[in-house]
């Protein structure tokens, strides 16, 4: 049975994994930290260099999963940390681990990213992403991309090959284009299944509740949305500490379903969705974009072990709950320059992985 | 000689930034510290309330100001502190004051910010804004607004009456037009002096000095740039403490003389250009927004009150220095719930003030 097979598989990740947290027994969702014993067990940690992945959190649960479905999670997030270890094995520099896995993610019809983003209210698809280098904290952003295969690419492009941080729209796409970056017709992403996500999110917008003020049913649409969606949150992301002990962050979104008006969520925002620093640690996060943003989740982690001594761990758990304090769900993957690392969420379930120099690719995706 | 000019500028303009870093006693840069004694004076508080407003930090030097332009900044800066007064003395909201004050500085062409906004490479106008209220941690920003008037009453409809925070390009002004915010013909944002200035960046990028990589000459333009144009960093921005003990902070620009690619600074990034929480401090920033957004300098103001036990002044040096390090320059006002200020740069000089109870509009231009 393939659940009992994941099962056991999360089992044996889980002593693996202890990692995280040394914390709340919940930091690793039912994972390995209540198996090893508590909140007083340390985490294992990767070294001497680690990759850590992320596929989105969300309303993710064992019922609903097929087991081809599951299975093709499970491999393309292996194969993805593989890449990763491929990078880092060889001595190579975190932020090109950090491309390798997300242009992968990004074109994988699993996830909301590149290939397999949502669609916007007006049916067409915009894309996000965003990269840090934790040793000289550069960073590069892009948002509003409708043409550019790859955005993680063109992320490390703007950071590393222009004087600015963040590029929008077709502003973006004219630089790509003078970099020779690849641009595909818009068609490239749709998949039926987003297509189908859309039309199902405009249907719940035409009967929300009644007496609701219109913000409300906005608002209400959102949830909606979630609550037929398990892959709302289907951002990825990737943080690294390579040989030479720098750490790099990366994200990518297709953002949010039905999403209007140029909405951009935290994805594309240092600080909130991407943040690396050498002193601290490389985050990712992935969630409710409007809460992450508001609570700059990547940078108070990082904030929270500089300034407050926090180990990673902790760090995490404690923004994710100021995250949640305001109505925010989600969750960030998070690694130290010790190669401690963190996969903290509050949703029900987060596509995550991590790998270390033994090569082994490790995946989970429920909470339990 | 275009080029030796512009070198020469250049040079001095470094050495007024020579001044930089800096900690203590010019904080206040000719402000209320240093007349008041220097580094270990205490700043006097705005109590119960009290309103503080930058219109950007650049080189700013007094002899290249004449009288009647110096007039004319401290008229309009001391307008905006007055509307702001006039709201939080009747025991109006943060908000309303940081709005009141943010349109008249949007609509003065003085500042680049609104009507006063600068020129894209294109020839074009894109406006950035956003705003934050310390109460509730909501927020809103708006990007590459090409007809919004006044982008911070946007942003505030986007914070009150959406379910997001970021609105971008085309999107943000459909929500704009729906709301029935004010939209212009993109030739109100033209002035001749906002147009001079780009051609002068177009000139000096075609003579940009020898043995430069493409980058260089990049990065070069954009110091070259603010070598003869003192308002490189006109953004404008309040911060405020209400009656009700409440923070609250907004920030609008034009964004960079020459910018590209849909290029975005920190001005519309929440934690970076903006910032407010009632359990710190409500902070905007001016300056070099690709260093700022790497800094994520106004969250980290914020980080350094919050988790490193930090006064708002000491915090706010501190976080500048960290821009300052990795080459950044600018500045940022704060305060805090105890209506402690600061009005922290790097530059040679910032259009700055503050008013109290008191009702006195008090307005700085130069560091001495």
Redesign the interface.
Known sequence: MVADKSRRRFLEAAGAAALASGLASHTFAGGPQEKSGGASQKTPALRPFGFVIHGGAGTIERSRMTPEREKAYRDKLSEALRAGFEVLNRGGACLDAVVAAITLLEDSPLFNAGKGAVFTNAGTNELDSSI?DGR????GAV??LKRVKNPILLARLVME????????????E??AQQKGVELVDPKYFYTEERWQQLQKAKDAEKSPPPKRSK?ER??FS?KADSAFDEHKFGTVGAVCLDKAGNLGAGTSTGGMTN???????DSP????GT?ANNETCAVSCTGD??YF????VA??VS??M???GKPLAQAAESTLERVAK?GGTGGLIGIDRQGNFAMPFNTSGMYRGWIGPEGEPHVLIYRD
Chains 1, 2 share one sequence.
């Not at 925002?269 to 909130?272: D, K, L, P, T, V």
């Not at 943003?293 to 700059?296: A, C, L, P, S």
């Open positions: 840090m000289t904290l550069k960073a948002a509003g090959q222009s004087p600015h941080v963040l590029m929008t729209g077709d502003g973006a004219i630089f913000l906005e608002a959102l999403k209007r008006f140029g909405r951009v969520g925002i240092i600080g909130a943040y974009g409007e943003i508001r609570t700059v940078h108070d904030a929270q500089q300034y407050g305001i």
